[in-house]
């Protein structure tokens, strides 16, 4: 009896220093990952949606933490002073957050040729669809006062290829036109309200525009705005690269999932994005819409990306909302898209 009790007590004491050696990195990797994201409120962001209302983070052992913010640069301070870990946001300021020496990468992309200007009201018959350089000239001499055209703050893709249309592409007076810097739903408001005369907006707004008010018209798309035009990306602080390449590489592969969702079933995509963007007000009719109009072009692979983006990086210069030109590849870090595409 005293035999077999010792037995028993050998393999018990055994059995307990196993689940003690092992316990420590089992209870390490159950330990869920904590990353919090920035996002703006844009249709861009709806991977970010898709992936958080799914459960993909939480079944890869990841809990996200959503933080909204009204524009890029607004968010791009915020991840600079280490408040949020990645970001779904216009590339333009992470370019510039680099010339300022801020360790941020891009990681994947989003979304391309998402912003286009809008216009409603006298403004939009005045400059009809083809306006020119003489339309905005002949609107501020007919109402005695300038355009105004609502955009995201200085240094924000909306604000960047805003400019290039205007003065590169139409080559509008500066003296005939007025930037009116705003966050994306007062730009909405604003517009909708007759307080401005035209806005650079991205979906789901310029559905929600023009089921508002039919005679919203688009003055320009986003590839006449700014050939290939960069828009949202992915892009994360250096630190949390470095601390969790795992959970990173489980993010991204989360990202391209949710985008091949969006591309194969938009009514499904809408109806999950529609707790985060509509907050159970918009119809999940209208963010489908959104997802199938011209504004909605979402490509996850970061590579190709790049070519536009130098364009963007060099135009962002000439106007003085970067302080220098970097080498935009030096921007991005391809690591975590190629490993998550690699077959």
């Known amino acids: 009896m005293y035999s077999l009790t010792r037995r028993a007590a050998i393999a018990a004491m055994a059995a307990f220093v196993s689940v003690a050696t092992l316990a420590p990195g089992a209870s390490r990797a159950a330990d869920p990952v904590k990353l919090e994201i920035g996002y703006i409120p844009i249709l861009a962001a709806a991977p970010l949606f898709i992936i958080d209302g799914q459960g ?95 955009t995201q703050p200085p240094g924000s893709v909306p604000d960047t290829v805003l400019k290039h249309w205007l003065f590169k592409v139409v080559k509008v007076n500066p003296a005939d036109v007025e930037l009116v810097p705003m966050g994306i739903e007062k730009t909405q408001q604003a517009l909708l309200a007759g307080a401005l005369d035209a806005a650079t907006i991205r979906e789901p707004t310029v559905t929600v525009t023009q089921q508002m008010d039919p005679s919203v018209a688009l003055l320009a798309t986003g590839a006449q705005m700014f050939p290939d035009q960069p828009g949202t990306v992915v892009s994360a602080r250096g630190e949390v690269l470095k601390k969790n390449p795992e959970a990173i590489g489980a993010l991204i592969k989360a990202h391209l999932r949710a985008v091949e969702l969006i591309a194969k079933d938009p009514a499904g995509a809408s109806k999950i994005v529609n707790e985060y963007l509509g907050k159970g007000l918009l119809e999940p009719s209208t963010l489908e819409a959104a997802f199938r109009g011209p504004g909605s072009k979402f490509v996850a692979d970061p590579h190709g990306v790049v070519p536009a983006v130098e364009n ?21 870090d391809f690591r975590f898209y190629d490993a998550a595409v690699a077959k």
């Open 56 to 150: 993909w983070a939480k079944d890869a052992g990841i809990t996200l933490k959503l933080t909204r913010f009204e524009s890029g640069p607004h968010a791009i301070q915020a991840m600079a002073a280490g408040q949020i870990d990645l970001l779904y946001a216009g590339v333009a300021p992470v370019l510039v957050a680099r010339t300022k020496g801020v360790d941020v990468s891009v990681i994947a992309n989003s979304a391309v040729e998402e912003m286009v200007v809008a216009a409603r009201g006298p403004f939009a018959k005045a400059v009809g669809t083809t306006p020119t350089a003489d339309t905005f000239k002949k609107f501020a001499a007919d109402n005695g006062r300038k355009a105004k055209i609502g």
């Open 312 to 332: 963007m990086m060099n135009y962002a210069k000439e106007i003085g909302s970067a302080d220098g030109v970097i080498p935009v590849a030096e921007a991005f």
